[in-house]
């Protein structure tokens, strides 16, 4: 699977951002999908997960009830909608597919991933 990150952008706080990732190569309706994000420096950091059929969600709690994680496997993308940004979600945002079953937090669990796409929220 070949996935390519899309969509971010400079944005002021409190707006929205509303990322894609477009997977080729293997058919993606069958990999479970995430979002991480990762700042110079530190450690990859998980966002959001969602699973092949797009029905159940999983979110760290740094996000929870202002990102939604969603896929149109017709189209073979996955979504990040972020709204309420904040300074710290500044990132560079990765997509990521796993072969695996179930929700997975480590990056290590994730088999394929995209390039990556900067989202800079200024304050």
């Known amino acids: 699977v070949q996935l390519q990150a899309y969509g971010g952008g400079l944005v002021q706080a409190g707006g929205s951002l509303r990322l894609s990732c477009a997977a080729s190569?293997?058919?993606?309706?069958?990999?479970?999908m995430a979002w991480f994000r990762q700042v110079s420096g530190k450690a990859r950091e998980f966002v959001a997960t969602i699973n092949w059929i797009g029905d159940s969600t999983f979110y760290a709690d740094s996000v929870k009830g202002r990102f939604t994680i969603s896929r149109d496997n017709a189209k073979n993308t996955v979504y990040l909608q972020m709204n309420s940004l904040k300074p710290e979600d500044t990132a560079v945002y990765y997509c990521?597919?796993?072969?695996?079953?179930?929700?997975?937090?480590?990056?290590?669990?994730?088999?394929?991933w995209g390039q990556g796409t900067q989202v800079t929220v200024s304050s």
């Open positions: 190569g293997r058919p993606f309706g069958s990999y479970p």
């Open positions: 990521a597919a796993t072969s695996g079953r179930g929700f997975f937090t480590s990056p290590y669990n994730y088999d394929y």
